[in-house]
């Protein structure tokens, strides 16, 4: 299980993530909130977590989510569309971001935005932006957590590929495993603490202890992280990766139209 699937129910997704959401701020503000997505993502744990009182709209072709955009957006009562476009994200993970694939995906999306911004209402705007950036790492650049650590040792390793969550079996021993991945792989990689991460400011005081790893591993080069006694044997394949604090992966973008 993560935090994207797996979940057993949606009520399950929503115990977790018990904040209100902005679909619901909106909602109950009198503001319609609409997210228009692939159809899988209707009944997901994410959706149950994060899209709670939206009206969802499922369309797995691209044109056809943004012509539902546009149609949502020529009705002039207020409202918010949320318009989810998965397609860049998996093709960087499956084939990099430098892939002719990615390229085509990118066109394509330009194209669309071009139309939407051409047919757009002057009493809306757009907001075009992104959740994280990626680097592309070959094979040889992986770094195989198992081989400083035993799954034995270990409740769990969770996080992205180059963002690793290491939840101790015993986390008396903090120290030990700090040292021990320090000299094994701290010269590609930081070797953190969830207290050193929010000193440096990257997390606030307010996330929730219990879901905490003890140690938190950021690829710092062009690398790869996993542990292959938890990581999935598809994953290993990916080109694409993200979850560290490189600029490539925290800049995004934040294009305005039509305001």
């Known amino acids: 299980m993560n935090l994207l699937s797996g979940w057993s129910s949606q009520e399950q997704a929503a115990l977790f993530q018990p904040l209100e959401t902005l679909s619901e701020s ?31 709209h499922g369309h797995n072709d691209i044109t056809q989510r943004f012509e539902k955009a546009r149609s949502l957006l020529a009705d002039k009562n207020k409202k918010i569309v949320y318009l989810y476009l998965p397609e860049l994200d998996q093709c960087a993970h499956a084939q990099g971001w430098k892939s002719d694939r990615w390229l085509h995906l990118l066109e394509a999306l330009d194209s669309e935005m071009q139309n939407l911004k051409n047919s757009l209402p002057k009493s809306s705007g757009v907001i075009l932006t992104a959740d994280h950036g990626v680097i592309d790492v070959q094979k040889n650049n992986h770094i195989y957590l198992d081989e400083y650590i035993a799954a034995e040792e270990l409740d769990y ?28 792989i701290g010269d590609r990689c930081y070797i953190v603490t969830p207290e050193d991460l929010i000193t440096a400011g990257y997390w606030g005081r307010g996330v929730r202890d219990h879901l905490l790893p003890e140690i938190i591993v950021l690829a710092k080069k062009e690398v790869a992280l996993y542990h292959r006694d938890f990581a999935k044997p598809k994953s290993l394949e990916m080109v694409g990766h993200h ?17």
């Open 26 to 56: 909106a909602t109950q503000a009198g503001v319609e909130f609409h997210d228009v997505a692939p159809a899988i993502y209707e009944y997901s744990g994410f959706s149950a977590a994060t899209m709670r009182s939206a009206t969802f």
């Open 243 to 259: 979850g560290s604090i490189s600029s490539n992966e925290l800049s995004i973008p934040l294009i305005k139209i039509g305001f």
């Open 157 to 184: 390793v969770g996080g992205d590929t180059r963002g690793l969550f290491v939840y101790l079996k015993d986390s008396s021993s903090v120290s030990v495993y700090l040292e021990r991945l320090a000299e094994t």
